[in-house]
């Protein structure tokens, strides 16, 4: 198992390792990361690994039965001591995403009762797969500008976002916008008064660090609302 250093500190952005493990296609095992490997609808972090003259690139970062696997553009032995630096600008404005992606699921979900099923971060813009209450399957432009009023209003309010591992008996009293969809280790980020859920993503400390939240279109996808919208610079 990998020690997964950004649940404890996302603006984490250099650490030193140990590689623990090397398979065929220059990916690697870490004793311990910052790097956040594609889960959740949120892409994987790059930056580099470098043990003494040898810096490699890391192109891609995935999770396998809780061991974060690192693909490198360079040989790193097995054993061998590694410092990691995080592509921190990336980083950043993946965490302003998913933290705006959060905003606007929990307030669609008490405005209209929208259950969120999917999420994706993309390059240019991010989209929330919904299910609507009657098999609706978009907003009017009046309801998604009083989302899009009601979410920036929470981000100006700048309150604390708080991420942890809850007991069992905590989690199971825990006002949870939705059932985790794991049954041990479970992380909950929570969101002023207004959000609460489990989530194992990298988060700002506050809401005021998302920035400006817009939302671009709200149409029919594959029968459900697709939400699709844009956080921070991007905004």
């Given at each position: 198992?990998?020690?997964?250093?950004?649940?404890?500190?996302?603006?984490?952005t250099?650490?030193d390792?140990?590689?623990?493990?090397?398979?065929?296609?220059?990916?690697?095992?870490?004793?311990?990361?910052?790097?956040?490997?594609?889960?959740g609808?949120?892409?994987y972090?790059?930056?580099?690994?470098t043990?003494?003259?040898?810096?490699?690139?890391?192109?891609?970062?995935?999770?396998?039965?809780?061991v974060?696997?690192?693909?490198?553009?360079?040989?790193?032995?097995?054993?061998?001591s590694?410092?990691?630096?995080?592509?921190w600008?990336r980083?950043?404005?993946?965490?302003?995403?998913?933290a705006?992606?959060?905003?606007?699921?929990?307030a669609?979900w008490?405005?209209?009762?929208?259950?969120?099923?999917?999420?994706?971060?993309?390059?240019?813009?991010?989209t929330?797969?919904?299910?609507?209450p009657?098999?609706r399957t978009?907003?009017?432009?009046?309801?998604?500008?009083?989302?899009?009023?009601?979410?920036n209003e929470r981000?100006?309010?700048?309150?604390?976002?708080?991420?942890?591992?809850?007991?069992?008996?905590?989690?199971?009293?825990?006002?949870?916008?939705?059932?985790p969809?794991v049954?041990?280790?479970?992380?909950?980020?929570?969101?002023g008064?207004?959000?609460m859920?489990a989530?194992?993503?990298?988060?700002?400390r506050?809401?005021g660090?998302?920035g400006?939240?817009?939302?671009?279109?709200?149409?029919?996808?594959?029968?459900?609302?697709?939400?699709r919208?844009?956080?921070?610079?991007r905004a």
């Open positions: 198992m990998t020690e997964r250093l950004y649940y404890d500190d996302a603006y984490l250099e650490f390792a140990r590689v623990a493990a090397v398979r065929p296609g220059g990916w690697i095992a870490l004793d311990r990361s910052a790097f956040y490997p594609t889960s609808g949120q892409p972090d790059t930056g580099t690994l043990e003494g003259e040898t810096m490699a690139r890391v192109t891609d970062v995935q999770v396998e039965d809780g974060v696997w690192h693909r490198v553009d360079a040989e790193l032995s097995e054993g061998t590694v410092h990691g630096c995080i592509d600008p980083r950043f404005e993946h965490m302003q995403q998913h705006a992606d959060h905003m606007l699921a929990g669609a008490q405005l209209y009762g929208g259950v969120t099923i999917g999420l994706h971060l993309g390059q240019e813009d991010s929330i797969d919904m299910e609507l009657g098999g978009h907003l009017t432009e009046a309801e998604a500008d009083e989302l899009e009023t009601l979410v981000v100006q309010r700048d309150d604390i976002i708080r991420c942890w591992f809850p007991t069992a008996e905590e989690l199971s009293a825990l006002p949870l916008r939705k059932r969809t049954s041990e280790h479970v992380r909950v980020v929570a969101m008064d207004y959000e859920v989530c194992g993503g990298t988060h700002p506050t809401t660090q998302i400006p939240v817009k939302i671009l279109s709200c149409t029919p996808a594959r029968g459900k609302m697709r939400l919208f844009v956080a921070g610079m």
